[in-house]
């Protein structure tokens, strides 16, 4: 078949399906999200063109944005889906790479097709080209290099024929998943080829389930059935395998509490008498509580980022740790007890027998019904402005199973994640991986593509909002809709935070700390800025008005329409579940209360583990 290089891709694209959980088959490529300029307009837009009718394509308002808006898609199919997005070169092409960093730090497939500069050099420096003096092979599209899991330049058209197996064993492996990168020269785009009729046969791609060696799963039960402390930590990887159902059943068997990562949310139901909640910094303390006093931890499908761990000061200095991981570079970590296999495979084959004591077991519910006294008092209390808790509280009341919640940055992460009830399985997605300001936005409009059995709802700050709020547009024009509840607390209130919190003085994060040359600087009037972009918009002064708000926007959201809901929120009030995080405190200040800080960073570190093999 002669094709264009782009024919051919667009093409190979078409004919990839994928499994999902419950066992029928969707498009693995559900659509491309796409901005044309000269690099990619002509080669890959007219293939994008020919195809329409196979794969949908979607015109985003930022590189960037429309980029994470295919992450969101991804998250939501829980990897079984992979969004598509396709830049021209330069300028275009470097917004994506902040998507393939969100992408690779959550390990979510993405496939990112920048157009690259002319592979036969003969108009250059054309047009948005950089030039350097020192490497003529380099484009900017090599700064996605360090982001990608896999990235590969096609400077012929064949080159597809070995690079595309590559690219979808990386998209939908286990272990090895996230962001890929092929940059198109745009010559090369519209060169072509007689490529085989078979390489565009379609291929199903079933959920991969890597079994674990038996010896580590021999170790790994050893090592559990010595604990009269276990507790089970359960990740995304969990959430990815399919395996939440499996995991309880597990700690079901052996009387094994169960606690949280910020990717592993909403796996378990909030009310399980096992269940003792969110774990580290943002988490709850009623996890943390049962982490410090755990002699075995079991850790299945998650990397224990230093949020999950409290830079690893959540864990008592005796704690033996087994890791269940699909990816050994993870496993390995922190000199676990590593099982390498995928966490459903590998908990059905973790066969032991022995139970926790059933006073252990009987810690979680109790610690975790004060961590919920803790929260309805939050959501209760007397305050000048709502409260980021009292927010997080109405939305929960309002949602149900299918609803599906988001945030990503800022203060609202640790509110989500310790104060949300899980309404149902898999249902949130906090982007704690990159902490991505504005993903907030633009991953709803890809969720809100994928999950369409209930309402899409996201959180976020006017920090966020004014990072990146085009896509909002994007969603409105193509009939995607999501509610998104606004929080203005005037600045970037989290991180004057942990500004005035480690002994600095207020500068340069709330509004009223930013140099100005004008007496009164104005502020931004969100709800006009998202009517102008196509959103319904609601305002609310006090959480009645959001009650009633969020339930008409959740209205909208269902016709198909963005809706945006703003309120003011108190700059001050937080969630603290009572763990410690490493920050850098300098060694010297001008500052007498730095310099205690210091002293406090000194002293916390003594108890930091670093390596836990006994």
């Known amino acids: 078949m002669r094709l264009t290089t782009a024919q051919a891709l667009v093409r190979w694209l078409v004919a990839q399906r994928t499994e999902l959980f419950d066992g029928t088959e969707a498009p693995l490529f559900p659509a491309v999200f796409a901005i044309f300029g000269h690099g990619n307009v002509l080669g890959l837009g007219s293939a994008l063109e020919e195809y329409r009718a196979e794969i949908p394509v979607w015109r985003g308002h930022t590189e960037q944005g429309m980029a994470l808006a295919a992450v969101g898609y991804a998250k939501a199919t829980h990897r079984r889906q992979v969004g598509v997005a396709t830049s021209s070169i330069g300028p275009g092409a470097l917004n994506m790479v902040t998507a393939a960093g969100v992408a690779n730090a959550n390990r979510l497939p993405l496939l990112l097709l920048p157009g690259d500069t002319f592979a036969n050099r003969a108009p250059d420096p054309v047009l948005q080209q950089i030039e350097p003096f020192t490497d003529g092979t380099v484009s900017v599209n090599d700064a996605f290099k360090p982001v990608s899991r896999y990235f590969d330049r096609i400077m012929r058209p064949e080159q597809l024929l070995s690079a595309l197996p590559q690219v979808a064993r990386v998209l939908t492996d286990p272990a090895d998943c996230g962001p890929v990168t092929l940059a198109l020269p745009q010559d090369i785009q519209a060169e072509a080829f007689d490529f085989p009729e078979s390489f565009f046969a379609p291929v199903v791609h079933h959920v991969s389930r890597p079994r674990p060696d038996v010896r580590a799963l021999e170790r790994a039960a050893a090592v559990l059935s010595s604990s009269s402390r276990p507790l089970l930590v359960l990740g995304g990887g969990v959430r990815y395998s399919g395996a939440a159902q499996v995991a309880v059943e597990f700690a079901e068997r052996h009387r094994i509490p169960i606690v949280e990562t910020t990717a592993g949310r909403t796996l378990v139901p909030h009310s399980h008498p096992l269940h003792a909640g969110p774990l580290g910094i943002t988490g709850s303390s009623s996890a943390n509580v049962l982490a410090a006093e755990a002699d075995v931890v079991m850790a299945v499908g998650t990397r224990l980022q230093d949020f999950t761990t409290a830079s690893w000061t959540v864990f008592n200095p005796d704690v033996q740790l087994i890791t269940i991981n699909t990816a050994r570079f993870d496993a390995v970590k922190h000199g676990a007890v590593a099982v390498v296999g995928d966490a459903r495979a590998s908990l059905d084959e973790l066969s032991l027998d022995w139970q926790a004591p059933a006073a252990w077991a009987e810690r979680a519910p109790a610690e975790l019904a004060k961590w919920d006294a803790h929260i309805f008092g939050l959501r209760t209390v007397e305050s000048t402005l709502p409260t980021y808790a009292q927010v997080v509280g109405a939305v929960n009341n309002l949602s149900g199973p299918a609803d599906y919640v ?60 004014l990072m990146l709020n085009s896509e909002l547009y994007s969603a409105a024009f193509a009939g995607h809709g999501f509610v998104a509840v606004v929080c203005d607390n005037d600045g970037y209130a989290v991180i004057d935070r942990l500004q005035r919190g480690q002994g600095g003085a207020g500068f340069n994060n709330m509004y009223g700390d930013v140099r100005t040359t004008l007496v009164n600087p104005p502020r931004v009037d969100f709800a006009s800025h998202a009517a102008s972009l196509g959103c319904a918009v609601l305002a609310a002064t006090t959480i009645d008005d959001l009650r009633a708000a969020y339930t008409k926007a959740r209205e909208h959201a269902q016709d198909g329409r963005p809706a945006v809901v703003v309120i003011k929120t108190h700059p001050s009030s937080w969630t603290e579940a009572g763990a410690w995080w490493e920050v850098g405190v300098p060694q010297t200040s001008h500052r007498a209360e730095i310099a205690q800080s210091r002293t406090d960073l000194d002293e916390a570190k003594t108890h930091q583990l670093r390596y836990l093999r006994h």
């Open 406 to 465: 988001m945030t990503a940055s800022g203060g609202l992460p640790g509110e989500l994640i310790g104060g949300w009830r899980a309404t149902g399985e898999s249902t949130m997605d906090v982007e704690y991986g990159f902490s991505c300001m504005g993903y907030e936005v633009a991953g709803a409009w890809g969720a809100a593509m994928a999950h369409t059995n209930g309402v899409v709802t996201t959180l976020l700050g006017d920090g966020s909002y």
